[in-house]
């Protein structure tokens, strides 16, 4: 059981992560945020798979617990702007932290449609960014 300390309610953050596949297995991931204890609950559907299947799928399930600040498409994405951070001066510096700011924030919530619309905005942002500073248009080759 994990070690959850007493506080008035609405003080402790627990994180839940449910990972699941199409064969019936579930992984809940639950994290205290306060003490950083995760403890995992695995619940199968399907109470006959041996023991070998049952790590084959675990490890593949492991996969999918990749953080969207971890995936490619957003790592390039930090990467461009940080490039165009160092690069810039001034407000447009301060600018592009503030929108580099709120995507890492997006990133950290978990929520894939917040992410995807979040990713599409600062792509923007950053092609705009591009234009306006180097007069280049649609931004770098990915």
Same mark, same amino acid.
């Given at each position: 059981m994990m070690n959850v300390p007493r506080a008035p309610a609405g003080n402790i953050v627990v994180e839940l992560r449910f990972t699941y596949d199409i064969n019936g297995i579930l992984e809940v991931d639950a994290t205290c945020k306060q003490t950083c204890e995760t403890q995992t609950k695995l619940i199968l559907t @399907? /109470? @006959?798979i041996s023991q070998e299947e049952l790590a084959i799928r675990r490890k593949e399930l492991? /996969? +999918?617990k990749?953080?969207?600040r971890d995936q490619? &498409? @957003?790592r390039f994405l930090l990467e461009w702007g940080a490039r165009l951070y &160092? &690069?810039?001066t001034g407000i447009t510096r301060e600018i592009v932290q503030a929108e580099m700011n +709120?995507?890492?924030s997006v990133l950290a919530q978990n929520h894939i449609g917040e992410i995807g619309k979040a990713r599409q905005r600062f792509t923007q942002f950053l092609e705009q960014q591009e234009d306006d500073n180097y007069g280049l248009s649609g931004g770098y080759e990915r």
């Open positions: @399907n /109470k @006959n492991q /996969k +999918l990749i953080s969207p490619d &498409e @957003n &160092e &690069e810039c +709120l995507f890492v």
